[in-house]
């Protein structure tokens, strides 16, 4: 069958020259839209990254990505990009990392209408939509309507997918894309006491544990997550900014504190300053069964949370009714949110295990572990210890996996990495099923 589709194909496999950077293929033209779709990362959830181009006699006239949410979608941007130039659209060939839209019910209208009414001939589609309640359904439409439709395979495909690896994940698994990250010691610290403040004997100075290297690649990630999680704890003892400086200082994602204590003094911290209250949450877990004063407390710190316009979550939980993390997560995927950065110190760290590996509800998907070259503990140096960077083994030793036998029971991969002077941990779980 000589489709439109299949005759663009071979005829610009025939017509290819390599030194002509005008010249197309359909790895050429898949490579550019994934550079495009990349233009909107960190806009775009709970939304996925796409890219289009829209090619008329084997020339591209519209290129469109999908900028932020609630914008026009790659496929609108591309045809938009085209009639903005002078060209017409009728025959040309569109092509677009991930299958059309059409559905009814959303911000934006179907762009599968839009192809239609634009005439356009053939769609190019890297890969289907992953929600498996509409996939297929944007490809079938325009095939009924007589749009010759191809449906990239392979590596072209994969490159495709792998644009939203998060994404994809929490539409399969109706759960959020959920990452540990932590910065310890050799032996396993995740924090050294503050340093006096020189100039001021009432204040003291955080001491990072990662080299400038890892920070930065901290920020990177910072950008790739929509929203990143921390302890009350944390936000009272570091009050860290959470942003991406590092990497992208334009660029602010959501911030959740996580408290039960709810114990602020004030609300002076970094994150009101630097971050909208609308994406500011406060995950504010209440024990039913406070003191009098302690719930007056509560209550008085939530009014001041109320006033101050973030986002305020709030759970209660009893003797009989027990506090429920992998709930929070369940309502969270709910709300629409795609994926979680979570910064844990000690304490919520073990929460997250705890819920994970004892309770077989699988929370967490990936751990990401700096390992600094520092020992804490000084006083545990031995010759035979000091300025000896540690093997794996050493170093899992001081980790919640504690062994590399018990890394390979819980997780699908793993592997290590220099990352300036530290050492990069990336583990990724099993499915729990
Ligand atoms: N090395 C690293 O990568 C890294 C990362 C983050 C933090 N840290 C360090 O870790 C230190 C804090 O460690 P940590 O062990 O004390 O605290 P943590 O592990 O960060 O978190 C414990 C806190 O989580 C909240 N929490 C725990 N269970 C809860 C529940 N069921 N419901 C609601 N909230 C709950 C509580 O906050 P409330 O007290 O507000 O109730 C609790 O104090 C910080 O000083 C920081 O420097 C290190
Ligand atoms: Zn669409």
Not at 1 to 25: G, V
Not at 399 to 417: A, G, H, M, N
């Amino acid at each position: 069958m000589n489709t439109i589709i299949q005759k663009f194909l071979s005829e610009s496999q025939n017509a290819h020259n390599p030194h002509d950077p005008t010249s197309i293929t359909l790895e050429s033209i898949i490579s550019k839209i994934c550079e495009l779709a990349h233009n909107g990362m960190g806009f775009t959830l709970p939304n996925p990254l796409v890219g289009a181009l829209l090619v008329k006699d084997h020339k591209i006239i519209g290129r469109g990505f999908h900028r932020q949410r609630g914008m026009p979608h790659a496929e609108v941007e591309a045809i938009q990009d085209a009639l903005n130039s002078g060209h017409t659209t009728d025959g040309a060939i569109l092509f677009c990392t991930l299958e059309p839209c059409c559905h009814t019910s959303k911000l934006t209208p179907p762009c599968t209408k839009l192809i239609i009414d634009s005439q356009i001939s053939g769609v190019v589609v890297g890969t289907l939509d992953p929600n498996p309640l509409v996939s297929g359904k944007g490809i079938s439409f325009l095939k009924s309507q007589g749009i010759d439709v191809y449906v990239c395979e392979g590596a072209l495909e994969e490159q495709c997918r792998q644009l939203n690896p998060l994404f994809n994940f929490h539409i399969v698994e109706r759960f959020p894309y959920i990452c540990l990250k932590w910065a310890q010691t050799l032996d396993g610290q995740l924090s050294l006491p503050p340093t006096p403040n020189e100039k001021n004997q009432n204040s003291s100075t955080r001491q990072y544990l990662s080299s400038e290297a890892s920070l930065i690649d901290v920020h990177r990630d910072r950008k790739y997550f929509q929203n990143i999680f921390i302890s009350g704890q944390t936000l009272r003892n570091d009050n860290p900014r959470l942003d991406c400086r590092f990497f992208d200082p334009r660029y602010t994602p959501n911030k959740f504190v996580f408290t039960e204590l709810f114990n602020f003094e004030n609300f002076q911290y970094e994150v009101f300053s630097n971050t909208p209250p609308e994406k500011l949450f406060f995950i504010v877990v209440e024990n039913k069964n406070l003191s009098d004063s302690n719930k007056k407390k509560f209550d008085k710190n939530l009014l001041k949370l109320k006033e101050l316009n973030v986002q305020i979550r709030h759970y209660v939980h009893s003797e009989t009714k027990p506090f429920d993390l992998y709930g929070v997560f369940q309502d969270l995927y709910e709300e629409n949110f795609v994926s979680f950065y979570v910064e844990p110190g000690e304490r919520l760290r073990k929460l997250f295990f705890e819920k994970h590996v004892i309770q077989n509800q699988p929370i967490v998907k990936h751990c990401k572990i700096y390992v600094a070259p520092i020992w804490a503990d000084q006083n545990a140096l031995t010759s035979s210890t000091q300025n000896k960077i540690p093997n794996e083994g050493d170093v899992l030793r001081f980790s919640p996996f504690d062994s590399v036998d018990s890394i390979q029971r819980f997780c699908e991969s793993w592997s290590y990495k220099s990352i300036g002077p530290d050492i990069l941990y990336n583990v990724a779980f099993k499915k729990i099923t």
